[in-house]
């Protein structure tokens, strides 16, 4: 699923009520002073990846948000068998398909780490569902990867299940921003950040594990799964995580 | 240990033989079109970070390179007793400590992700020595917040212990450039960027764990480590990991 991008910045119309063109003629003199589309989400412009440095005031602020990892598993066992115009190939599938994913819910793609990718929903775009949209875009992701995957293996004559995601997500207050005086760089701190990490980890290819808060938050999505206790690397009591469908 | 910043752009300079200025009078008209220091090495230049883009012609190239990973131990821990603000100074120095080690060796701070970073060894400057370089700046890392998380306990009347980086490294040949259509981005993908990931879990606070591709590639440095075999994540067999004092 690919939608038209945004014509305006969305997170400068939310905040600012300001009408920022991104595209056509008439964002033109704002790309001369260097706004354009932001690279971490398409709605919304540079000005906004550091709206909290210039509105707020501070370098870095405290959110409410939520944080989702996808990993693609199998990808560097992969590497040993397919050429390496192959392997890229597969990549850009699967980094087009977070961004499809994580765009349509207004997150950001905050980070690609590896064959991994780092997302934060509520910023600057604000939603107060974020947890939900955080479930929805990962089960659009996990949805678009099932069909290109197959399709991947297909034509590469590989096993059908070499290939998945593995996704978690976390929820609640975060710090988001710009650390370290000589290296500047947006990213997101805290535990929440870490659990959603560990999800991720624990996730089978496949699976999204969600936290006991994101699954507090969107009880509308009617679970059906009691949720397990999983050990994690980092956590001293077992935390409890519950696959989302 | 802070270097003085170089006045033209390393990068250009090693691979183009260009004397790019990066500051100064000199650098205003580069600066005008959008050529500037990199975030990543402020001794390269932005052009640099896409280097392979415009001069190989590739998104993504093979390199030979060293990935090392640092993550700051006890963070997320302290995040319940600690005011916001002082966190916040805290990951600012970790951060700083973080650039001025891996760039006083010429590597490139490549990401930021929560409480850990990723820099690259061997891009864009080039030094055949990039595993040694790696050990090289993990040393002068882990000695520098030695120093400076023992004031920071003190003057924030913390334990001793309660702070530490844990670090891994791994070399050898990955693809390194842009994956993705609709998201641009930077990163390095391989099995060497996992192991390395992998490595700096393993790490004990204070530690440096490093593979035995990086332990063969610097036997200069008179190694009295002879390694241990750890389990890993994501690995059936046995890794075999020296550490690096």
Chains 1, 2 share one sequence.
Request: charged share 20%; hydrophobic share 40%; with cysteine.
């Amino acid at each position: 699923m690919t939608r038209s991008p945004s014509l305006i910045c969305k997170g400068c119309w939310q905040n600012l009520r300001l009408p920022v063109p991104l595209r056509g003629i008439p964002s033109l003199p704002f790309r001369a002073i260097g706004l354009k589309p932001s690279r971490m989400n398409p709605n919304t412009c540079t000005f906004c990846e550091l709206a909290f440095t210039t509105i707020m005031r501070a370098r870095n602020v405290d959110i409410d948000a939520s944080v989702m990892f996808a990993d693609l598993r199998g990808y560097t066992g992969l590497t040993e068998t397919l050429q390496p115009e192959t392997m890229s190939e597969l990549l850009d599938t699967f980094y087009d398909a977070c961004g499809n994913a994580i765009w349509a819910q207004d997150g950001l793609l905050n980070k690609t780490i590896g064959d991994a990718v780092m997302a934060v929903f509520n910023f600057p775009v604000k939603h107060a569902d974020h947890a939900a949209r955080a479930i929805a875009a990962a089960r659009l992701l996990q949805e678009d990867c099932r069909v290109r995957f197959a399709e991947f293996a297909r034509t590469h004559d590989l096993d059908e299940g070499s290939l998945g995601v593995g996704i978690g997500i976390d929820s609640g207050t975060m710090k988001f921003g710009e650390f370290g005086r000589s290296h500047r760089d947006l990213t997101a701190i805290g535990t929440v950040v870490n659990v959603a990490a560990r999800a991720q980890s624990a996730a089978a290819p496949g699976a999204i594990l969600v936290t006991q808060r994101v699954h507090d938050r969107t009880l509308e999505l009617a679970w059906n799964d009691e949720g397990r206790d999983y050990t994690l690397k980092g956590f001293e009591a077992p935390v409890r995580l519950y696959a989302a469908r």
